[in-house]
Protein backbone atom coordinates (compact mmCIF):
# COMPACT_ATOMS: atom_id res chain seq x y z
CA UNK A 1 0.00 0.00 0.00
CA UNK A 2 1.02 3.71 -0.75
CA UNK A 3 3.61 4.48 1.57
CA UNK A 4 2.92 1.29 3.63
CA UNK A 5 0.18 2.91 5.53
CA UNK A 6 -1.01 -0.51 5.99
CA UNK A 7 2.06 -1.61 7.51
CA UNK A 8 0.76 -0.46 11.37
CA UNK A 9 -2.35 -0.63 13.13
CA UNK A 10 -5.21 1.87 13.69
CA UNK A 11 -3.78 2.53 16.64
CA UNK A 12 -0.47 3.49 15.54
CA UNK A 13 -1.99 5.57 12.90
CA UNK A 14 -4.18 7.64 15.42
CA UNK A 15 -1.00 8.25 17.41
CA UNK A 16 0.97 9.28 15.02
CA UNK A 17 -2.06 11.98 13.75
CA UNK A 18 -1.65 12.81 17.24
CA UNK A 19 1.63 13.70 17.07
CA UNK A 20 1.31 15.09 13.49
CA UNK A 21 -1.66 17.80 14.79
CA UNK A 22 0.10 18.71 17.65
CA UNK A 23 2.54 20.07 15.03
CA UNK A 24 0.57 21.14 12.53
CA UNK A 25 -2.51 22.80 14.37
CA UNK A 26 -0.60 25.75 15.85
CA UNK A 27 1.43 26.15 12.40
CA UNK A 28 -1.59 25.80 10.46
CA UNK A 29 -3.52 28.67 13.12
CA UNK A 30 0.07 30.87 12.54
CA UNK A 31 -0.60 30.75 8.74
CA UNK A 32 -3.91 31.54 8.99
CA UNK A 33 -3.27 34.62 10.79
CA UNK A 34 -0.81 35.69 8.29
CA UNK A 35 -3.21 34.82 5.30
CA UNK A 36 -5.36 36.99 7.53
CA UNK A 37 -3.80 40.37 7.45
CA UNK A 38 -3.82 39.75 3.47
CA UNK A 39 -7.77 39.64 4.44
CA UNK A 40 -7.85 42.77 6.09
CA UNK A 41 -5.71 44.31 3.24
CA UNK A 42 -8.15 43.37 0.89
CA UNK A 43 -11.07 43.82 2.76
CA UNK A 44 -9.83 47.95 3.78
CA UNK A 45 -8.81 48.53 0.25
CA UNK A 46 -12.21 47.70 -0.89
CA UNK A 47 -13.88 49.76 1.40
CA UNK A 48 -11.78 52.50 0.23
CA UNK A 49 -12.48 51.98 -3.79
CA UNK A 50 -12.10 49.88 -6.45
CA UNK A 51 -8.71 51.58 -7.87
CA UNK A 52 -7.56 50.91 -4.11
CA UNK A 53 -8.41 47.06 -4.22
CA UNK A 54 -6.91 47.02 -7.77
CA UNK A 55 -4.06 48.67 -6.40
CA UNK A 56 -3.26 46.15 -3.05
CA UNK A 57 -4.17 42.70 -5.41
CA UNK A 58 -1.34 44.11 -7.61
CA UNK A 59 1.15 45.49 -5.21
CA UNK A 60 0.45 42.01 -3.11
CA UNK A 61 0.90 39.78 -6.29
CA UNK A 62 4.67 41.67 -6.56
CA UNK A 63 5.28 41.44 -2.84
CA UNK A 64 4.15 37.89 -2.25
CA UNK A 65 5.87 36.80 -5.09
CA UNK A 66 9.64 37.61 -3.72
CA UNK A 67 7.99 37.38 -0.16
CA UNK A 68 7.21 33.14 -0.58
CA UNK A 69 10.42 32.59 -2.76
CA UNK A 70 12.37 33.99 -0.33
CA UNK A 71 10.89 32.41 2.22
CA UNK A 72 11.20 28.81 0.52
CA UNK A 73 15.03 29.35 0.65
CA UNK A 74 14.51 30.49 4.55
CA UNK A 75 12.65 26.65 4.32
CA UNK A 76 15.69 24.84 4.01
CA UNK A 77 16.87 25.76 7.75
CA UNK A 78 13.52 22.99 8.75
CA UNK A 79 14.86 19.82 7.66
CA UNK A 80 18.70 21.04 8.79
CA UNK A 81 17.29 21.84 12.40
CA UNK A 82 15.18 19.00 12.64
CA UNK A 83 17.80 16.32 11.92
CA UNK A 84 20.56 17.57 13.86
CA UNK A 85 17.63 17.39 16.62
CA UNK A 86 16.97 14.17 15.85
CA UNK A 87 20.46 13.17 15.57
CA UNK A 88 21.10 15.05 19.45
CA UNK A 89 23.42 17.92 18.46
CA UNK A 90 22.43 20.44 20.50
CA UNK A 91 25.06 22.98 19.54
CA UNK A 92 24.96 22.13 16.10
CA UNK A 93 21.03 23.27 16.52
CA UNK A 94 21.71 26.53 18.23
CA UNK A 95 24.58 27.05 15.20
CA UNK A 96 22.04 26.57 12.31
CA UNK A 97 19.72 29.30 14.41
CA UNK A 98 22.18 31.74 14.09
CA UNK A 99 24.04 31.08 10.64
CA UNK A 100 19.97 31.37 9.14
CA UNK A 101 19.58 34.52 10.76
CA UNK A 102 22.13 36.42 9.46
CA UNK A 103 21.05 34.25 5.98
CA UNK A 104 17.84 35.82 6.56
CA UNK A 105 18.66 39.50 6.92
CA UNK A 106 20.98 39.59 4.24
CA UNK A 107 18.48 38.23 1.98
CA UNK A 108 15.93 40.23 3.17
CA UNK A 109 17.86 43.47 1.70
CA UNK A 110 18.09 41.97 -1.52
CA UNK A 111 14.39 41.24 -1.20
CA UNK A 112 13.76 44.84 -0.36
CA UNK A 113 15.85 45.82 -3.25
CA UNK A 114 13.99 43.58 -5.54
CA UNK A 115 10.58 44.70 -5.07
CA UNK A 116 11.94 48.55 -5.64
CA UNK A 117 12.98 47.46 -8.98
CA UNK A 118 9.96 46.07 -9.96
CA UNK A 119 7.24 48.89 -9.70
CA UNK A 120 8.65 50.70 -13.03
CA UNK A 121 8.57 48.05 -15.37
CA UNK A 122 4.87 46.87 -13.50
CA UNK A 123 3.53 49.78 -14.35
CA UNK A 124 4.54 50.61 -17.68
CA UNK A 125 3.34 47.22 -18.92
CA UNK A 126 0.12 47.41 -17.32
CA UNK A 127 -2.41 49.75 -19.11
CA UNK A 128 -4.22 50.64 -15.95
CA UNK A 129 -5.73 54.69 -14.44
CA UNK A 130 -2.82 56.98 -13.26
CA UNK A 131 -4.60 56.63 -9.80
CA UNK A 132 -3.92 52.75 -9.49
CA UNK A 133 -0.37 53.06 -10.60
CA UNK A 134 0.13 55.27 -8.09
CA UNK A 135 -1.39 53.62 -5.33
CA UNK A 136 0.70 50.51 -6.64
CA UNK A 137 3.61 52.01 -6.31
CA UNK A 138 3.05 53.74 -2.67
CA UNK A 139 2.03 50.09 -1.71
CA UNK A 140 5.14 48.64 -2.96
CA UNK A 141 7.24 51.14 -1.59
CA UNK A 142 6.18 50.39 1.76
CA UNK A 143 5.76 46.71 1.96
CA UNK A 144 9.17 45.95 1.05
CA UNK A 145 10.26 47.59 4.02
CA UNK A 146 9.22 44.48 5.83
CA UNK A 147 11.20 41.98 3.83
CA UNK A 148 14.58 42.15 6.24
CA UNK A 149 12.14 41.76 9.71
CA UNK A 150 10.32 39.22 7.56
CA UNK A 151 13.27 36.74 6.58
CA UNK A 152 14.89 37.42 10.20
CA UNK A 153 11.29 35.86 11.49
CA UNK A 154 11.65 33.04 9.12
CA UNK A 155 14.69 32.03 10.59
CA UNK A 156 13.35 31.83 14.23
CA UNK A 157 10.14 30.35 13.04
CA UNK A 158 12.61 27.42 11.53
CA UNK A 159 14.27 27.11 14.84
CA UNK A 160 11.05 27.11 16.94
CA UNK A 161 9.12 24.88 14.57
CA UNK A 162 11.88 22.15 13.90
CA UNK A 163 12.31 21.69 17.76
CA UNK A 164 8.53 20.78 18.18
CA UNK A 165 7.45 24.71 19.57
CA UNK A 166 5.32 26.00 17.27
CA UNK A 167 2.81 27.68 19.65
CA UNK A 168 4.81 31.08 19.90
CA UNK A 169 5.08 31.47 16.47
CA UNK A 170 1.07 31.23 16.52
CA UNK A 171 0.18 33.78 19.37
CA UNK A 172 2.53 36.28 17.93
CA UNK A 173 0.92 35.68 14.22
CA UNK A 174 -2.10 36.17 16.04
CA UNK A 175 -1.41 39.23 17.90
CA UNK A 176 0.15 40.83 14.99
CA UNK A 177 -3.01 40.23 13.01
CA UNK A 178 -5.06 41.65 15.47
CA UNK A 179 -2.45 45.04 15.21
CA UNK A 180 -2.92 45.03 11.67
CA UNK A 181 -6.69 45.90 12.07
CA UNK A 182 -6.51 49.06 13.53
CA UNK A 183 -3.33 49.76 11.35
CA UNK A 184 -5.00 49.06 8.17
CA UNK A 185 -8.04 51.71 9.28
CA UNK A 186 -5.71 54.41 10.36
CA UNK A 187 -3.06 54.34 7.87
CA UNK A 188 -6.23 53.97 4.60
CA UNK A 189 -8.96 55.79 6.38
CA UNK A 190 -7.08 58.72 7.84
CA UNK A 191 -7.58 58.47 11.46
CA UNK A 192 -5.78 59.98 14.32
CA UNK A 193 -4.70 62.51 12.10
CA UNK A 194 -3.16 60.45 9.77
CA UNK A 195 -3.03 61.26 5.74
CA UNK A 196 -5.48 59.15 4.04
CA UNK A 197 -3.30 57.09 2.11
CA UNK A 198 -6.35 54.85 0.73
CA UNK A 199 -4.78 51.49 -0.46
CA UNK A 200 -1.08 52.15 -0.13
CA UNK A 201 -1.88 52.30 3.56
CA UNK A 202 -2.10 48.85 3.65
CA UNK A 203 1.90 48.56 3.07
CA UNK A 204 2.67 50.47 5.28
CA UNK A 205 0.30 49.02 8.32
CA UNK A 206 1.55 45.55 6.97
CA UNK A 207 5.44 46.46 7.48
CA UNK A 208 5.00 47.41 10.49
CA UNK A 209 3.49 44.16 11.97
CA UNK A 210 6.77 42.29 10.07
CA UNK A 211 8.58 44.14 12.51
CA UNK A 212 7.41 43.87 15.61
CA UNK A 213 6.23 40.03 14.98
CA UNK A 214 10.15 39.74 14.36
CA UNK A 215 11.07 41.37 17.34
CA UNK A 216 8.24 39.89 19.55
CA UNK A 217 9.52 36.25 18.28
CA UNK A 218 13.11 37.21 19.22
CA UNK A 219 12.15 37.97 23.08
CA UNK A 220 9.92 35.65 23.65
CA UNK A 221 13.17 32.76 22.23
CA UNK A 222 15.76 34.78 24.45
CA UNK A 223 13.48 34.39 27.51
CA UNK A 224 12.22 30.76 27.23
CA UNK A 225 14.05 28.66 29.30
CA UNK A 226 13.32 25.46 26.82
CA UNK A 227 15.50 27.13 24.00
CA UNK A 228 18.25 28.70 26.15
CA UNK A 229 20.16 25.17 26.08
CA UNK A 230 20.61 25.61 22.21
CA UNK A 231 22.20 29.22 23.05
CA UNK A 232 20.73 30.84 20.07
CA UNK A 233 20.95 33.96 21.00
CA UNK A 234 23.23 33.69 24.01
CA UNK A 235 26.32 33.06 21.59
CA UNK A 236 27.63 35.32 18.86
CA UNK A 237 28.99 33.81 15.54
CA UNK A 238 30.42 35.13 12.65
CA UNK A 239 29.00 34.38 9.20
CA UNK A 240 30.02 30.43 8.30
CA UNK A 241 30.32 30.80 5.23
CA UNK A 242 29.76 26.51 4.70
CA UNK A 243 26.59 26.63 6.44
CA UNK A 244 25.60 29.58 4.26
CA UNK A 245 26.37 27.31 1.29
CA UNK A 246 24.36 24.34 2.69
CA UNK A 247 21.58 26.79 3.51
CA UNK A 248 21.83 28.17 -0.28
CA UNK A 249 21.96 24.61 -2.20
CA UNK A 250 19.33 23.28 -0.12
CA UNK A 251 17.51 26.04 -0.12
CA UNK A 252 17.24 27.61 -3.67
CA UNK A 253 15.20 25.22 -4.81
CA UNK A 254 13.15 24.97 -2.62
CA UNK A 255 12.64 28.80 -2.91
CA UNK A 256 12.62 28.38 -6.75
CA UNK A 257 9.44 25.56 -5.99
CA UNK A 258 7.96 28.68 -4.34
CA UNK A 259 8.23 31.07 -6.78
CA UNK A 260 7.57 28.55 -9.72
CA UNK A 261 3.95 28.47 -8.18
CA UNK A 262 3.29 31.60 -6.92
CA UNK A 263 4.52 33.98 -9.76
CA UNK A 264 2.14 31.49 -11.90
CA UNK A 265 -0.81 33.42 -9.68
CA UNK A 266 1.61 36.58 -10.07
CA UNK A 267 1.62 36.36 -13.65
CA UNK A 268 -2.10 35.23 -14.46
CA UNK A 269 -3.28 38.12 -12.69
CA UNK A 270 -1.08 40.34 -14.92
CA UNK A 271 -2.42 38.59 -17.94
CA UNK A 272 -5.91 38.39 -16.96
CA UNK A 273 -5.92 42.40 -16.36
CA UNK A 274 -4.92 42.68 -20.45
CA UNK A 275 -8.09 39.99 -21.24
CA UNK A 276 -10.59 41.90 -22.88
CA UNK A 277 -13.11 43.33 -20.88
CA UNK A 278 -13.31 45.37 -17.88
CA UNK A 279 -9.45 45.18 -16.50
CA UNK A 280 -10.36 46.31 -13.11
CA UNK A 281 -13.79 43.96 -12.40
CA UNK A 282 -11.28 40.82 -13.36
CA UNK A 283 -8.20 42.05 -11.40
CA UNK A 284 -10.49 42.56 -8.32
CA UNK A 285 -12.04 38.92 -8.86
CA UNK A 286 -9.23 37.30 -9.22
CA UNK A 287 -7.65 38.99 -5.72
CA UNK A 288 -10.54 37.78 -4.03
CA UNK A 289 -10.77 34.45 -5.11
CA UNK A 290 -6.53 34.39 -4.67
CA UNK A 291 -6.93 35.45 -0.75
CA UNK A 292 -9.75 32.60 -0.32
CA UNK A 293 -7.86 30.11 -2.08
CA UNK A 294 -5.12 31.35 0.17
CA UNK A 295 -6.61 31.13 3.12
CA UNK A 296 -7.87 27.55 2.42
CA UNK A 297 -4.05 27.03 1.47
CA UNK A 298 -2.60 26.80 5.16
CA UNK A 299 -4.45 23.11 5.75
CA UNK A 300 -2.16 21.60 3.73
CA UNK A 301 0.45 24.08 4.10
CA UNK A 302 0.03 23.30 8.01
CA UNK A 303 0.20 19.56 7.62
CA UNK A 304 3.28 20.16 5.11
CA UNK A 305 4.74 22.01 7.48
CA UNK A 306 4.53 19.79 10.18
CA UNK A 307 5.67 16.45 8.44
CA UNK A 308 8.85 18.21 7.17
CA UNK A 309 10.09 18.22 11.01
CA UNK A 310 8.61 14.77 11.76
CA UNK A 311 10.08 13.11 8.50
CA UNK A 312 13.53 15.23 9.06
CA UNK A 313 13.26 14.19 13.25
CA UNK A 314 12.96 10.88 11.81
CA UNK A 315 16.04 10.79 9.83
CA UNK A 316 17.65 12.46 12.02
CA UNK A 317 17.22 9.37 14.35
CA UNK A 318 17.60 6.87 12.01
CA UNK A 319 13.91 6.00 11.94
CA UNK A 320 13.21 5.15 8.23
CA UNK A 321 10.61 3.46 8.27
CA UNK A 322 8.93 5.92 11.16
CA UNK A 323 9.98 8.90 8.49
CA UNK A 324 8.30 6.86 5.48
CA UNK A 325 4.44 6.21 7.67
CA UNK A 326 4.86 10.31 8.96
CA UNK A 327 4.41 11.19 5.36
CA UNK A 328 1.78 8.74 4.66
CA UNK A 329 -0.13 9.84 7.65
CA UNK A 330 0.14 13.08 6.81
CA UNK A 331 -1.09 12.83 2.99
CA UNK A 332 -3.94 10.79 3.99
CA UNK A 333 -4.95 13.83 6.30
CA UNK A 334 -4.31 16.31 4.05
CA UNK A 335 -6.32 14.70 1.28
CA UNK A 336 -9.45 13.82 3.76
CA UNK A 337 -9.71 17.51 5.17
CA UNK A 338 -9.24 18.94 1.16
CA UNK A 339 -12.37 16.96 0.09
CA UNK A 340 -14.43 18.54 2.95
CA UNK A 341 -12.85 22.34 2.02
CA UNK A 342 -13.70 21.70 -1.45
CA UNK A 343 -17.76 20.88 -0.71
CA UNK A 344 -17.92 23.92 1.69
CA UNK A 345 -16.05 26.10 -1.42
CA UNK A 346 -19.08 24.93 -3.31
CA UNK A 347 -21.81 25.59 -1.33
CA UNK A 348 -20.73 28.60 0.04
CA UNK A 349 -18.88 30.88 -2.56
CA UNK A 350 -21.50 33.50 -2.97
CA UNK A 351 -21.77 34.52 0.74
CA UNK A 352 -17.95 34.23 1.18
CA UNK A 353 -17.58 36.88 -1.55
CA UNK A 354 -19.85 39.02 -0.21
CA UNK A 355 -17.79 39.23 2.75
CA UNK A 356 -14.86 40.70 0.64
CA UNK A 357 -17.50 43.10 -1.93
CA UNK A 358 -20.69 44.32 -2.88
CA UNK A 359 -19.52 44.94 -6.26
CA UNK A 360 -22.36 42.76 -8.07
CA UNK A 361 -19.92 41.92 -11.28
CA UNK A 362 -17.36 40.69 -9.11
CA UNK A 363 -19.53 38.26 -6.88
CA UNK A 364 -20.42 36.76 -10.17
CA UNK A 365 -17.33 36.14 -11.70
CA UNK A 366 -15.63 35.36 -8.46
CA UNK A 367 -18.08 32.75 -7.58
CA UNK A 368 -17.93 31.09 -10.82
CA UNK A 369 -14.03 30.80 -10.46
CA UNK A 370 -14.17 29.50 -7.09
CA UNK A 371 -15.87 26.28 -8.72
CA UNK A 372 -12.79 25.53 -10.29
CA UNK A 373 -10.79 26.65 -7.14
CA UNK A 374 -13.05 23.81 -5.29
CA UNK A 375 -12.08 21.34 -8.08
CA UNK A 376 -8.04 21.45 -7.88
CA UNK A 377 -8.09 21.02 -3.80
CA UNK A 378 -7.39 17.62 -3.54
CA UNK A 379 -4.49 17.80 -6.10
CA UNK A 380 -3.18 20.60 -4.11
CA UNK A 381 -3.07 19.23 -1.03
CA UNK A 382 -1.31 16.20 -2.54
CA UNK A 383 1.77 18.18 -4.00
CA UNK A 384 2.02 20.59 -1.43
CA UNK A 385 2.28 17.90 1.53
CA UNK A 386 4.34 15.48 -1.00
CA UNK A 387 6.49 18.03 -1.69
CA UNK A 388 7.18 19.32 2.36
CA UNK A 389 7.57 15.25 3.21
CA UNK A 390 10.39 15.64 0.32
CA UNK A 391 11.68 18.23 2.25
CA UNK A 392 12.48 16.53 5.21
CA UNK A 393 14.70 13.87 3.60
CA UNK A 394 16.41 16.94 1.96
CA UNK A 395 14.97 16.26 -1.41
CA UNK A 396 14.26 19.76 -3.25
CA UNK A 397 15.85 19.91 -7.04
CA UNK A 398 13.34 17.24 -8.25
CA UNK A 399 10.79 18.84 -7.04
CA UNK A 400 11.70 22.18 -8.28
CA UNK A 401 11.55 20.39 -11.76
CA UNK A 402 8.35 18.84 -11.55
CA UNK A 403 6.84 22.70 -10.26
CA UNK A 404 8.51 24.00 -13.73
CA UNK A 405 6.73 21.44 -15.55
CA UNK A 406 3.31 21.32 -14.23
CA UNK A 407 2.83 25.29 -12.96
CA UNK A 408 4.72 27.10 -16.28
CA UNK A 409 3.95 24.32 -19.37
CA UNK A 410 0.85 22.99 -18.35
CA UNK A 411 -0.82 25.61 -15.84
CA UNK A 412 1.20 28.75 -17.91
CA UNK A 413 1.31 27.77 -21.64
CA UNK A 414 -2.27 26.09 -21.71
CA UNK A 415 -3.68 28.33 -19.52
CA UNK A 416 -3.02 31.47 -22.15
CA UNK A 417 -4.02 29.38 -25.30
CA UNK A 418 -7.14 28.99 -23.45
CA UNK A 419 -7.63 32.22 -22.22
CA UNK A 420 -6.30 34.48 -25.31
CA UNK A 421 -7.04 31.71 -28.07
CA UNK A 422 -10.96 30.84 -27.31
CA UNK A 423 -13.78 32.31 -25.56
CA UNK A 424 -13.10 31.36 -22.31
CA UNK A 425 -11.20 34.26 -21.07
CA UNK A 426 -10.09 34.20 -17.40
CA UNK A 427 -11.68 30.58 -17.20
CA UNK A 428 -9.31 29.03 -19.47
CA UNK A 429 -6.68 30.36 -16.79
CA UNK A 430 -8.29 28.44 -13.96
CA UNK A 431 -9.09 25.34 -15.86
CA UNK A 432 -4.84 24.63 -16.93
CA UNK A 433 -4.19 25.55 -13.04
CA UNK A 434 -6.74 22.32 -12.20
CA UNK A 435 -5.23 20.14 -14.84
CA UNK A 436 -1.43 21.71 -13.49
CA UNK A 437 -2.41 20.86 -9.91
CA UNK A 438 -3.13 17.30 -11.04
CA UNK A 439 0.18 16.46 -12.63
CA UNK A 440 2.05 18.11 -9.81
CA UNK A 441 0.31 15.85 -7.25
CA UNK A 442 0.85 12.16 -9.59
CA UNK A 443 4.84 13.76 -10.08
CA UNK A 444 5.52 14.41 -6.74
CA UNK A 445 3.61 11.22 -4.94
CA UNK A 446 5.61 9.10 -7.81
CA UNK A 447 8.91 10.59 -6.21
CA UNK A 448 7.65 10.52 -2.57
CA UNK A 449 7.14 6.86 -2.50
CA UNK A 450 10.45 6.45 -4.72
CA UNK A 451 12.98 8.69 -2.22
CA UNK A 452 11.35 6.46 0.97
CA UNK A 453 11.57 3.13 -0.34
CA UNK A 454 15.18 3.77 -1.41
CA UNK A 455 15.97 5.42 2.43
CA UNK A 456 14.74 2.14 3.59
CA UNK A 457 16.81 -0.26 1.35
CA UNK A 458 19.69 2.02 2.71
CA UNK A 459 18.74 1.20 5.99
CA UNK A 460 18.10 -2.61 5.43
CA UNK A 461 21.63 -2.50 3.68
CA UNK A 462 22.94 -1.26 7.03
Known amino acids: MLLDLNRYSPAVFRNEARRMGALAMPMLLAQIAQVGVGFVDTVMAGGAGKPDLAAVALGSSAFVTVFITFMGIMTALNPMISQAHGAGETEQVGELGRQGMWYGLMLGFVG ?85 LGGAG ?97 IP ?19 YYQARYAAGVALSSGAALSIITAVLTVLFRYPIMRIYTDDAAVIELGATILLFAAAFQLADAIQCIASYALRGYKVTKLPMVIHAIAFWVVGLGLGCLLAFGTRLGIYGFWAALVLSLMCAAVALLWCLEGVSEEMLEHQDDD
Not at 143 to 157: D, G, I, W
Request: charged share 10%; net charge positive; glycine share 6%.
Open 202 to 298: CGLASALVFWFNAAALWVYIAKQKYFQRFGLLSRFSKPNAKILRQITKLGVPIGLSFFLEVSLFTVMMLLIARLPGNAEDHVAAQQVVNSITSLIYV
Open 301 to 319: QGIGAAVTVRVGFSIGADR
Open 112 to 196: MAVLWLMVQPINHYLDLSPEVKRQFSQYVGFVALSMPAAMVHRALHAFASSLGKPKPIMWMSWITLFMNIPLNHIFVYGDLGMPA
